[in-house]
């Protein structure tokens, strides 16, 4: 008896995005045994900073902000939300609340402490993405092409300012970018221009007239505390500086008794 054959199908494959695609990608590469081929063979190298990309010709951003004058009232919150537009609940910048324990036993003290990506000199964000979605420009600003961001949560993990999330809208990185903008068009950030007390400036690092260069040349000339960044042990050259930050806050505060999260927006 002559079983007849099956006529040929033709299969198609559903469009794919690039999520899909990349896990389906993976799978194969695991069914073959090449999986941890590739993987030796891809993965980037944390300690090595690609090109940067062009940006503002001649210039290097940075933002000085001054505790002294923050008053807490998250007015920079608000704008960056309204003018960037993170899901609800999610934030580019925010102002932590701390109470501090005096060694007197009086009445602690309160510190508010404004948060942002550091878009620093060496950011160890930049070369963990497998893709390239996370780069630096010539003007020092740290951006994500969500075009190209994949969601893996590399740069996230890697940021050791807790400046980074995963956009629950996009699944993509998210973050701070200086509002650069806003910056192009001659503009302040928004968190910049909507600070009541002027706690936040933002300048040229390499024009030695710039305001923040002032601010900053004129505080270490009238005060031995120096400026300051979070966490200089992790060599990543952060440029956001800030004035009048407690020492207990330079390199964390986690694991210390006596400061605690009062809260966070």
Do not use: W
């Not at 407690?246 to 986690?254: A, C």
Request: one cysteine or more.
């Amino acid at each position: 008896m002559k079983i007849p054959e099956t006529p040929a199908r033709d299969v198609r494959l559903p469009e794919m995005g690039k999520r899909g695609f990349l896990h389906d990608l993976l799978a194969m590469a695991t069914g073959f045994g090449l999986a941890s081929t590739a993987q030796a063979s891809a993965l980037p190298d944390p300690h090595h900073q690609p090109p940067r990309r062009p940006g503002m010709p001649g210039k290097r951003f940075g933002m000085l902000v001054d505790i002294r004058k923050c008053i807490g009232c998250q007015a920079c919150t608000v704008s960056c939300s309204v003018e960037n537009q993170p899901p609800i609940g999610q934030f580019r910048t925010t102002v932590l609340q701390y109470e501090i324990d005096k060694p007197d036993g009086s009445m602690p003290a309160m510190v508010s402490l404004p948060r942002l990506c550091n878009h620093c000199e060496e950011p160890p964000c930049v070369p963990v993405c497998p893709v390239q979605a996370t780069f630096q420009r010539e003007d020092g600003i740290v951006l994500v092409d969500n075009e190209r961001c994949v969601g893996c949560g590399y740069c996230v993990q890697a940021c050791p300012y807790d400046a980074r999330f995963i956009n629950h809208e996009t699944q993509t990185a998210d973050k701070c970018t200086f509002c650069e903008h806003r910056l192009e068009v001659g503009l302040l950030p928004a968190c910049v221009e909507s600070c009541v007390g002027g706690a936040r400036v933002i300048g040229d690092l390499n024009d030695p007239g710039s305001e923040i260069n002032r601010r900053m040349q004129a505080h270490n000339q009238a005060h031995s505390d120096g400026i300051k960044v979070l966490k200089p042990d992790m060599k990543t050259q952060p440029r956001v500086f800030y004035i009048g930050l407690p020492d207990e806050f330079v390199n964390g505060v986690d694991g210390q008794a006596s400061v605690r999260l009062v809260a966070e927006h």
